[in-house]
């Protein structure tokens, strides 16, 4: 340098005194910078060189902008000098022209902004903010969501580099022009993102109950699958948020239980919308309100019945407890009695069921006691006892005495009734008057009947068979062994009596001539010359028939006791037609006693086969 200044020196020198300027060298401009060489060696610039730095700008520029001519970037921007003056306008001597944060050089040389501009694209952020935060100071709206970079930091906390902040679905301007929170995806809490709310659902994004319903949207998207904008999705007539948290029911089905009522005509009739049968009576809710039964009480009529049942097995009327009108209510038909609830009459016979359980028949069986006859006819038509077979006790049953008039005529079923068949030897006649006067007596009998006469009718039937003269009539084998043969009416309720000519039944061994000769319901008797002889014959042997014994009482078959003290013609002394009632003394018998409570009665199986 030292050398070079001498040179300058000897060159200044020569020129000045060529030209006859000695003593005016301080004025010499050697390089056309407008800066005396003297000055420049002085400041340490090249008198030689325009622009000692090569900044662009001639030393003698750099006094006027005070910069450094020897330093090509004075205020070591980034920029030389020149740049700044003649292409940037930027300050030389100011590193960072407007401010902003960034040197003039990285403006211009990285980040291409405006060095003279704090905010070179006018968005609210000064370019060094921008550049810190990596959005484009460049750009207004960096992330082209349609809000400037600025406001998006500033006045709403956004994302300037991200369109949409909170991943909602929606632009962050879209937000802020929708009053939503750009920065929150669900803005209303209400468990959808604001996205979906306005583009999939069509609810308020800004509103957690669209529908002011009491459920929030997205409970009814992903939980319950009501639609959010409709208060009653299934419009049956209950809030979708009450049928939810209050009732418990299906918003999306207008009945919930399926069982024909909405649900909110369960809700307000006091139905259970959740359970098809209230009141588990076997009928769905909405049955019970077509039947106009009580949907909440399973026994609407309070019969015994639930209203299932009454309608689908018995096809009673569960609104009414006696569905037919018989007495009986429905429950007590079907539980007790087993009788049909929609059926009067269930057995039809003329009783209702009410009638036939006070009356103590069998409502479900038309001839209670199997007589022949039903229920009702008995109590109706003939007055007899619907539950014994024989009203009267005659060992004949009431249906025989009624509808057997070919064997039976005359028969009572109120009165005793004693069918006895007279059957004779050739040639032997029957003893009528005899059988009159047997008949009175026993007429007159002190023997009570059910429909409160007193008395027995006795029924001769005369002739029935001729029994041919050469049948042997030994008393023994005839009661025993051929009875039955001539018997015609053998297994139909009749006594037999045969008459036979008098003395063929022979004598005793003491030398007594036998004149009768019974058993039980098989009866032999030898005519007398009188018939008031044969016929206290025939009534004495018909007590025997009827069951009196010696057995039964010691004066029977005996002359033990006198006619006073026993007067019955079972009494060998007596010859009267009557039997004992009994008061005559101790030694006497009540025959009509014994007759009424123990009387036998033939075998009827002959008339009970043919039927």
């Known amino acids: 340098m030292v050398g070079r ?14 030209a006859g300027v000695v003593g005016t060298t301080g004025v010499v401009n050697l390089d056309g910078d407008d800066v005396p060489a003297f000055a420049e060696l002085d400041g340490g610039t090249d008198p030689l060189s325009a622009d000692t730095d090569g900044d662009g700008l001639t030393d003698g520029v750099e006094r006027e902008y005070n910069t450094n001519p020897s330093i090509a970037d004075t205020d070591g921007d980034g920029l030389d000098d020149g740049a700044e003056v003649d292409q940037h306008s930027t300050d030389p ?16 040389t990285e980040h291409g902004t405006d060095p003279t501009v704090t905010d070179t694209d006018d968005d609210g952020l000064s370019d060094s903010e921008e550049v810190n935060r990596e959005t484009d100071p460049k750009v207004a709206d960096t992330d082209g969501d349609g809000l400037e970079d600025g406001p998006e930091t500033l006045d709403y906390g956004t994302d300037p580099t991200v369109p949409d902040t909170d991943g909602d679905g929606l632009t962050d301007a879209e937000e802020v022009d929708g009053d939503t929170d750009a920065t929150v995806a669900d803005t209303d809490d209400d468990g959808l993102e604001d996205g979906p709310e306005l583009n999939d659902h069509g609810t308020t994004p800004t509103n957690a ?3 002011g319903d009491g ?9 319950y699958e009501s639609d959010p904008t409709i208060a009653d999705t299934d419009g049956d007539g209950l809030d979708d948020g009450d049928e939810a948290g209050k009732y418990g029911t299906d918003p999306t089905l207008a009945d919930t239980d399926g069982d024909g009522l909405s649900d909110a005509e369960e809700v307000n009739g006091a139905t259970d919308p959740r359970a098809a049968d209230t009141d588990a009576d076997g009928l769905d809710d909405g049955a019970e309100v077509d039947a106009g039964t009580n949907a909440t009480v399973a026994d ?3 019969d015994g019945l639930e209203d299932g049942p009454e309608m689908n097995q018995y096809g009673s009327d569960p609104t009414v407890a006696d569905t037919d009108g018989d007495g009986l209510d429905d429950g007590l038909e079907v539980t007790q009695h087993g009788t049909d609830p929609t059926v009067a009459d269930t057995d039809d016979d003329g009783l209702s069921d009410a009638e036939e359980v006070d009356g103590e ?14 229920d009702g006819a008995e109590l109706t038509d003939y007055g007899t006892d619907p539950t014994a077979a024989d009203t009267d006790g005659d060992g004949l049953s009431d249906g025989m005495e009624v509808n057997r008039k070919d064997l039976f005529p005359d028969a009572d079923p109120m009165r005793t009734d004693i069918y006895v068949e007279v059957d ?15 008949e009175d007596a ?9 429909d409160g006469s007193s008395g027995i009718e006795v029924h001769f039937v005369v002739n029935a068979t001729e029994i041919p003269e050469e049948v042997d009539v030994d008393r023994e084998s005839w009661l025993f062994h051929y009875a039955p043969t001539y018997f015609t009416n053998n297994g139909k309720g009749y006594h037999h009596l045969l008459l036979i000519e008098d003395g063929d039944l022979g004598s005793t061994s003491d030398g007594d001539r036998f004149v009768g000769r019974a058993r039980r319901g098989v009866m032999i008797v030898e005519t007398q010359p009188k018939q008031r002889q044969t016929g206290k014959v025939i009534m004495h042997e018909l007590g025997h028939s009827l069951g009196l014994y010696p057995d039964v009482h010691p004066g029977i078959d005996s002359t033990r006791y006198s006619d006073s003290e026993y007067p019955s013609v079972m009494n060998y002394n007596v010859f009267n037609y009557e039997y004992s009632d009994g008061d005559a003394g101790p030694n006497d018998f009540d025959d009509w006693g014994y007759i009424e409570e123990e009387m036998f009665t033939p075998r009827v199986s002959a008339i009970e086969q043919a039927e």
């Open 442 to 450: 026993f007429d007159d009998a002190p023997v009570s009947n059910p």
């Open 424 to 438: 004779a030897i050739e040639g032997v006649d029957t003893p009528g008057r005899a059988f009159d006067s047997i």
């Open 93 to 108: 001597l100011v590193m960072d022209t407007d401010d902003d944060g960034l040197d003039d050089g990285p403006e211009v």
């Open 215 to 223: 459920l929030d949207d997205g409970p009814e998207v992903y939980r």
């Open 300 to 302: 609407t009529d309070g």
């Open 209 to 211: 109950d669209t529908d």
């Open 5 to 18: 200044r001498m040179v300058v020196v000897a060159m200044v020198l020569v020129a000045l005194s060529s």
């Open 361 to 374: 028949t069998d409502p479900t069986a038309a001839d209670t006691d199997d007589d022949g006859l039903e």
